[in-house]
Structures are given as C-alpha cells and as structure tokens.
C-alpha cells in the first residue's frame, strides 16, 4: 500500500506502518490520521499479519496534533466534523496488537496516539508530554483518560496541568512504556516482539487483547463482581483448604493442582 504521509511494509507476519512527515515533526493532521485507518484496515484484512508496528522517526514518534491545521477552527468546525476523533479511534479499535516504537517526542496527540497501543517500546531519547495545556486547550483524544489510568493522577496531574514533559527512562518508572531501549535498538526490538505476538494463537492474541480491553472499560463493580466469583469459586477447590489447613498446623501446604 502507498501513502503520502505514512510508509506501509509488510516484514512476514507483520505490518510496520512509519509516520512520515519529517518537516512537520510528524504532526498529526487529518489526512494522515485517514491514511493511518485506511493501512490499519490494510493489516486487518490481510490473513496473514498477526501485529503491527507503529513508529516514527528517530527525532520524533509524533509532536501532536498538527497545530497549524486547528488554529484557525471555529467550536462548530470542531463540532460538525467531529474533528478527527472517528479516524483517531480506529487505532484503539484495531483488532490486532499494535505496538509503538517511539523514539524522540511524543507529544500531545502523539502521546496520545502511543496510548492507544497495546505496548509502547521507547528509545532512550524519547519525550512523552501532554503540552496542550500551553496553548490554551485540553488533551483531545484520550490523554486526560489513558495518561491518568497509564501512570496515575500524580504524575499525570502534574503532565497534563502544567505540560511538563518526561523523559523515556521517568516513563518506564511510571509505567508508560513497556520497556526502554538504546535508540538504534528500536526497531529491532519492536520488530522482534511483534514476531513473537504474530507467532502466537491469532485468535488467543486478539482475545487477550479484547479481554485486557474490558479492564478499562468495565465498571469498578463489574469488576469486583467477577473477582469475588472467582474468589467464591476456589473454594470448591482442594487447594484452599489444604492452603488454609497448612497455615493453622503450621505446616507448609502440598497443592494437588500445581
Ligand atoms: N503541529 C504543527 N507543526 C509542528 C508541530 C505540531 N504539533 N510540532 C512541530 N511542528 C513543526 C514546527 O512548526 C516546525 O515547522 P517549521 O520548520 O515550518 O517552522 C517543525 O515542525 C520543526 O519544529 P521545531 O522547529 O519547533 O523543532 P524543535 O526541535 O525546535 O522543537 C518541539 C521540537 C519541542 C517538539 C516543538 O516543535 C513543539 O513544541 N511542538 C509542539 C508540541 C505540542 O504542543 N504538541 C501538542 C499539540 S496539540 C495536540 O496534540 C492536541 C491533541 C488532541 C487532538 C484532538 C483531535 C480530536
């Protein structure tokens, strides 16, 4: 497939899309973030690729939205468009892993774009930052949700209030990136995961995908919910009481089901 804005390959099993507007920082504008659908599409409907890559250049994954394209909108531009949002979310909808590789900046949308990946590998010269704050607007596709249950309202709070931005190896500590890796180690190192995921049970893949899904978006009491299930469930088990009988004798416990 060929793009203006975006690179397309497929490497086996697996389909690297790169963000391609170099002079622009890769900043997210409408038609790249069409031509993004339209690849993830592409790699949805070709049988045989089990994951993606998505990254960008080395000096940046992507520094946002494209601020030049939104200056000039009006409230109703934004409305009656519903400005970007329906491209944007077919990333968080696609159905197969996606894993960024984000070197360099990764900021407001950008940062965002990387939230919406099921793994985000980081080069060690990577930013991630929701400035949008210091233009005078609000994060827009996800970062005031994502970033929050990603790192938590502390570090998050002080992200997304005061735009300051953090380095790769203050991400991982959060817990924003998967792991950090020597800049010219990224694309290998995303490559390799994602071979190992498009090696794997597709089906498996997806479903522990769709099923990781749920932990965001159940409620708290569904979740609770199931858990205590879970938890009355083992009850019915020998293990809990062999597990339970062992601590009152002051014995270590000997599981049947290990
Ligand atoms: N939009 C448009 N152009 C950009 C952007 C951007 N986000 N970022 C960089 N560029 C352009 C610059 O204007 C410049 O172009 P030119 O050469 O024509 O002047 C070129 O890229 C290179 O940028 P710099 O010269 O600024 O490069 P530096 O290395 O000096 O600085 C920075 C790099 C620090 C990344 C700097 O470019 C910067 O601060 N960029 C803006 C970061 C930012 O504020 N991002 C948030 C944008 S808002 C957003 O993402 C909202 C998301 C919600 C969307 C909701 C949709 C539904």
Not at 9 to 15: L, S
């Amino acid at each position: 497939m060929t793009f203006e804005n975006i690179l397309y390959d497929k490497d086996g099993a697996v389909v690297v899309i790169t963000l391609n507007r170099p002079e622009a920082l890769n900043a997210l504008n409408g038609a790249l973030m069409t031509e993004l659908a339209q690849a993830l599409d592409g790699a949805e409907g070709d049988p045989d690729v089990g994951a993606v890559v998505l990254t960008g250049s080395p000096k940046a994954f992507a520094a946002g939205a494209d601020i030049k394209e939104m200056a000039d909108k009006t409230f109703m531009d934004c409305y009656l468009e519903d400005f970007i949002t329906g491209t944007w979310e077919r990333v968080a909808r696609c159905r197969l892993p996606v894993i960024a590789a984000v070197a360099g900046y990764a900021l407001g949308g950008g940062c965002e774009l990387a939230m919406m990946c099921d793994i985000i590998i980081a080069a060690d010269n990577a930013k991630f930052g929701q400035p949008e704050i210091t233009l005078g607007i609000i994060p827009g596709i996800g970062g005031t949700q994502r970033l929050v249950r990603a790192v938590g309202k502390a570090k998050a709070g002080e992200m997304i209030l005061s735009g300051r931005i953090i380095d790769a190896v203050e991400a991982e500590r959060a817990g924003l990136v998967s792991r950090v890796v020597a800049a010219d180690a990224l694309n290998d190192e995303a490559l390799q995961t994602a071979r190992k995921i498009a090696e794997l049970s597709r089906p498996a893949v997806m479903m522990a995908k769709e099923s990781m899904a749920a932990a965001f978006e159940a409620p708290l009491s569904h979740g609770l919910r199931h858990e205590r299930r879970l938890f009355h469930a083992l009850f019915a088990g020998e293990d809990q009481k062999e597990g339970m009988a062992a601590f009152i004798e002051k014995r270590r416990p000997v599981f049947k089901n290990r």
